[in-house]
């Protein structure tokens, strides 16, 4: 089973980070996936894929009751983001998901209908949890070509889905950033091959650089905060991507 | 709450057993489905054969007159067999669809079972197990159904072609009245006989299909 750990917490307004499952088998890509609590209402940043729904669904379990998720944001369209939704939604028949525009049709192949999906436009849309604004921001091309993280004005947390992704070995598995320098080797193969657009990510570092951000959050490896939210982008910034070796 | 009781992994597990049985079920309904597709491409046949045997007992006028009777039981025969064909088509269709449907959702049963495992005390959970547990039982009561309407399909074809069998071995005795056309009209009988047999054949094998509980 995954352990849940509470980064944020002001009154009913909390974020939990669901990670690390010891249980995994090697094959599957670890993920993290984060639960966004307020006035008693959920929402579920990029639930993972089916095979680990078990885990997923016992940790938050734990922590809410999954009858009071009404949203599951997907930041785009990859398996190990989303290919659980139908499992998720056997739960709670009403629940949405909400998801770039582009994938709008695609999605569906792993369950829902029409009611499930909200279309988030290109430019980003403000997604309401019991009140609490949440902002879906463009990161298109980083590295799904139609991409969208998700900010948390109030609790000062992005969550970057891929962006900020490290592939961390056995034996460094802290769930927050403890040396940037030591941290960042694991992240860097993978966003020269896996993010598509120089231009979008420059893009990207421009817009984040003006937001006011105490946690970046991505869907694998380890949380950035404080300094190194800002050493990130500016490494990001400085960083080559989109090409192979071949 | 008698309903939750039996909802622990080990109901699971059992599920996890028909599910492969589901998977086994699929191979052997596209094995029928192989095997009635032939019979239907052979049934097609016969019925040009017995069009070509009733102009062949025209031309023989008075010389093959039993003949022309036979050719046109024949063609009528043909006619009762492709209906029978489509009905097997049809039940075999409906066999697929629900026993694909099973394989589809057994992953997911094998996904709720391992989550069930991980907290045997959810009662949401086991509600969404119950539901799933009650969609499986109904569709397995279809697959049944459909089992048994399959296996009454097969019976009444086989039927059907022990009595074409004895018009085409009768048409090979008439044949031999046919005077000068009794050659030409012993061919046409015996080719007609040996396409029952190979339908006889076929619809045999699939009576003793495993998915009837038969041993092929
Ligand atoms: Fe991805
Ligand atoms: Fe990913």
């Known amino acids: ?246 | 709450m008698q309903m939750m009781a039996g909802l622990t992994a080990g109901d699971g597990r059992e599920r996890g057993h028909a599910s492969s049985g589901a998977a086994l079920d699929l191979l052997r309904i596209v094995r029928i489905n192989e095997e009635i597709k032939r019979v239907v491409s052979v049934a097609f046949k016969i019925n040009i054969m017995a069009l070509n045997a009733i102009f062949l007992a025209k031309r023989a006028g008075n010389a093959a007159l039993g003949f022309g009777v036979l050719s046109n039981e024949l063609r009528v025969f043909s006619k009762d067999l492709r209906e029978s064909m489509m009905t097997l088509t049809r039940l075999i269709h409906e066999s697929v669809a629900e026993v694909s449907v099973i394989l589809q959702e057994s992953r997911q049963d094998e996904l709720f079972r391992r989550t069930a495992a991980l907290r045997p005390d959810d009662r949401q959970l086991a509600v969404v197990l119950d539901r799933r547990d009650r969609r499986h039982a109904e569709r397995e009561e279809r697959i049944a159904v459909l089992r048994r309407e399959l296996r009454m399909a097969v019976d009444d074809a086989a039927r059907l072609v022990e009595l074409g069998g004895v018009l085409a071995k009768s048409a090979k005795i008439e044949a031999a009245y046919g005077a000068g056309f009794a050659t030409s009209l012993g061919q046409v009988s015996g080719e007609f006989d040996g396409i029952v047999e190979e339908i006889r054949a076929s619809l045999d094998k699939l009576r003793h299909s495993s998915f009837f509980g038969g041993s092929a």
Request: proline letters at 6%.
């Open chain 1, 1 to 246: 089973m995954k352990t849940t750990q509470t980064i944020f917490e002001d009154g009913s307004h909390k974020w939990t980070a669901i990670v690390r499952d010891p249980a995994r088998p090697d094959y599957l890509i670890d993920t993290n996936e984060y639960l966004i609590q307020h006035a008693g209402q959920g929402l579920l940043l990029d639930p993972g894929g089916s095979e680990i729904f078990p885990a997923v669904f016992s940790a938050l379990s734990s922590e809410f009751d999954p009858s009071k998720l009404v949203g599951i944001f997907a930041s785009h369209q990859d398996p190990d983001i989303i290919s659980s939704l139908a499992l998720w939604l056997e739960f709670n028949p009403g629940m949405k998901c909400y998801v770039s525009w582009l994938w709008g049709s695609f999605i569906p192949h792993f369950g829902g209908t029409a009611e499930t999906f909200v279309a988030l436009p290109d430019e980003g849309e403000t997604i309401p949890l019991a009140g609490l604004p949440l902002q879906a921001v463009p990161a298109h091309y980083l590295h799904s070509s139609g991409n969208l993280h998700l900010y948390d004005r109030q609790a000062k947390i992005l969550f970057s889905g891929d962006v900020g992704a490290a592939l961390l070995p056995a034996d460094k598995q802290n769930l927050f950033v403890e040396d940037f320098a030591a941290h960042i080797r694991h992240a860097e193969a993978f966003h020269r091959r896996w993010m598509g657009s120089n231009e979008a990510k420059r893009r990207w570092c421009e817009r984040v650089s003006q937001m006011d951000i105490d946690m970046m959050c991505p869907q694998h490896g380890a949380i950035y905060r404080g300094a190194d939210v800002q050493r990130f982008i500016n490494w990001f910034d400085e960083l080559n991507v989109g090409i192979t070796r071949a």
